[in-house]
């Protein structure tokens, strides 16, 4: 099956400018994640979507960052305005539902999308 | 309570010795504790998970051995190889309503010397 897709892979922009990052999840995956990855530190969750809806949004700075899951299948992440500290790779990640007691939920993590903030 | 502390930060070992990373958590309600692998340049991967009633799992050659009281679980990869070189992080799941979350360690950056 194919995997997460991301895009753009890289993208550079000037602080106070605004910037939009894409995913296409796992075909039939229910649940959508969007994790900041700051250089040399492990993922940190921003958003999770079930379905079109959000069920965790507790550590998105939302004065700055929004998300939006179309029809419960591609999101769209966007920062405005972006700051020199929002220099991170974002990765999108999908999973089909809740863990079991014989089997793990897993994670199917995007490549990443590395933006640097000048 | 929601931490998932790692250790060490950056690991060096020889083609054919043991790597072991180590991790702690504080929160009891965890119900999963996977561990990913990432390569520079992707997205981390899911290399094996145990669940906390489980003391030891073992696929090849990467092994979790888990300890409830202690609140610890550790990764061992036997006879590493230079293809092991990437960054391990250890996550803890967390499920709620109809919804699971993983917390991450900071990572271990591990080189495998040939």
């Known amino acids: 099956e194919a995997g997460v897709a991301q895009s753009p892979r890289y993208k550079i922009i000037e602080k106070r400018q605004s910037v939009a990052f894409w995913c296409n999840p796992i075909s039939g995956h229910a649940t959508l994640y969007w994790y900041q ?3 040399g ?10 379905n079109n809806g959000v069920v965790d949004d507790s550590q998105l700075p939302k004065d700055r960052f929004s998300a939006e899951r179309l029809k419960g299948v591609d999101s769209t992440l966007k920062i405005q305005p972006a700051k020199l500290e929002d ?8 999973s089909r539902g809740l863990a079991t007691l014989s089997s793990y939920n ?6 990443g999308t590395r933006l640097t903030v000048l | 309570q929601q931490q998932v502390k790692q250790s060490p930060q950056s690991l060096i070992v020889q083609k054919g010795g043991i790597s072991i990373i180590n991790c702690a958590y504080e929160n009891t309600a965890f119900d999963y504790f996977p561990w990913y692998q990432q390569f520079p340049g992707k997205g981390p991967a ?3 998970a145990i669940r906390p009633d489980v003391s030891e799992k073992k696929e090849g050659r990467f092994t979790i051995s888990f300890n409830k009281s202690a609140k610890q679980f550790s990764l061992h990869i036997m006879d590493s190889q230079p293809g092991d070189s990437a960054t391990y992080f250890c996550a803890a ?7 699971s979350k993983i917390i991450f360690g900071s990572g271990t950056r591990l080189s495998i010397r040939p």
Not at chain 1, 41 to 50: A, M, R, V, W, Y
Not at chain 2, 93 to 99: G, I, R, T
């Open chain 2, 46 to 48: 899911l290399l094996i």
């Open chain 1, 41 to 50: 530190q492990g993922p940190k969750l921003l958003i999770q979507f079930q």
């Open chain 1, 106 to 111: 897993e994670q199917f993590f995007g490549p």
């Open chain 1, 87 to 94: 220099s991170a790779v974002y990765l999108c990640a999908s």
């Open chain 1, 37 to 39: 990855q700051i250089l």
């Open chain 2, 93 to 99: 799941s967390l499920a709620y309503s109809s919804a």
